[in-house]
């Protein structure tokens, strides 16, 4: 029971230790002291943190430390993509969509928005919506393009919500809904003024009575 415990102190003790170079480490690029901040990570990523791993994927990626490299950011992001980490795999996919780091390839770019979209990040969300739309890195449907719009719509990203609202509007991979397209359409244009020409290209047919039913359900 003794022995079990001083484990317990030992590993509370080294998640506290943790956490203060975390934190330590965020301070610092806060204060755009990025070399320390990559000297307080460093040993946490070596040891398998994910968090650091991401952090120290950031400071290469954005080149913030004198020794970044695009090789390195991507290193640090698989490190931290295999533990779960969201972020990493979302990054992942840009590298892999953009060529950097990596060889381009739009299947390996929708393979981590994919993973980082079931995760339920909303940009990820809206690009794995785009590949399958386009076809690019994945087999065409408008079907799974418009599930993922609605994903993506309903974490709050304008360009899903535009998007959607045309699907919903032709009747393209999803039942045809006028009304619904109008709402997706309004709300994106009222986060986004760039998208108030769909909303008007989706008003057409409307009648009075169904945008006013409309207004009076998003005012609730």
Same mark, same amino acid.
């Given at each position: 029971?003794?022995?079990?415990?001083?484990?317990?102190?030992?590993?509370?003790?080294? %998640?506290?230790?943790?956490?203060?170079?975390? &934190?330590?480490?965020?301070?610092?690029?806060?204060?755009?002291? %990025?070399?320390?901040?990559?000297?307080?990570?460093?040993?946490?990523?070596?040891?398998?943190?994910?968090?650091?791993?991401?952090?120290?994927?950031?400071?290469?990626?954005?080149?913030?430390?004198?020794?970044? &490299?695009?090789?390195?950011?991507?290193?640090?992001?698989?490190?931290?993509?295999?533990?779960?980490?969201?972020?990493?795999?979302?990054?992942?996919?840009?590298?892999?969509?953009?060529?950097?780091?990596?060889?381009?390839?739009?299947?390996?770019?929708?393979?981590?928005?994919?993973?980082?979209?079931?995760?339920?990040?909303?940009?990820? #969300?809206?690009?794995?919506?785009?590949?399958?739309?386009?076809?690019?890195?994945?087999?065409?449907?408008?079907?799974?393009?418009?599930?993922?719009?609605?994903?993506? &719509?309903?974490?709050?990203?304008? #360009?899903?919500?535009?998007?959607?609202?045309?699907?919903?509007?032709?009747?393209?991979?999803?039942?045809?809904?006028?009304?619904?397209?109008?709402?997706?359409?309004?709300?994106?244009?009222?986060?986004?003024?760039?998208?108030?020409?769909?909303?008007?290209?989706?008003?057409?047919?409307?009648?009075?009575?169904?945008?006013?039913?409309?207004?009076?359900?998003?005012?609730?």
């Amino acid at each position: 029971m003794r022995f079990m415990f001083k484990v317990m102190i030992v590993l509370l003790l080294s %998640f506290q230790t943790a956490q203060a170079s975390l &934190s330590k480490g965020l301070a610092a690029a806060q204060a755009a002291e %990025f070399a320390t901040a990559y000297e307080l990570w460093l040993p946490m990523a070596e040891q398998g943190d994910a968090v650091a791993q991401f952090n120290l994927g950031i400071l290469h990626s954005k080149q913030l430390i004198s020794q970044a &490299s695009p090789e390195e950011a991507v290193k640090w992001y698989l490190l931290a993509a295999a533990k779960g980490h969201v972020g990493a795999q979302f990054n992942l996919g840009i590298k892999y969509d953009n060529g950097i780091g990596v060889e381009q390839s739009g299947a390996e770019a929708f393979s981590w928005y994919f993973k980082a979209a079931n995760n339920g990040h909303p940009q990820a #969300q809206f690009n794995v919506a785009n590949m399958y739309r386009d076809g690019r890195g994945v087999e065409h449907s408008n079907e799974q393009a418009a599930t993922w719009y609605k994903a993506s &719509s309903i974490n709050n990203i304008p #360009q899903a919500q535009a998007n959607l609202a045309l699907l919903l509007h032709l009747g393209a991979g999803i039942e045809q809904d006028v009304i619904m397209a109008y709402v997706w359409a309004t709300i994106a244009s009222e986060a986004d003024t760039r998208f108030i020409a769909i909303k008007e290209l989706v008003t057409e047919g409307l009648s009075d009575n169904d945008k006013k039913w409309v207004t009076r359900r998003l005012k609730k």
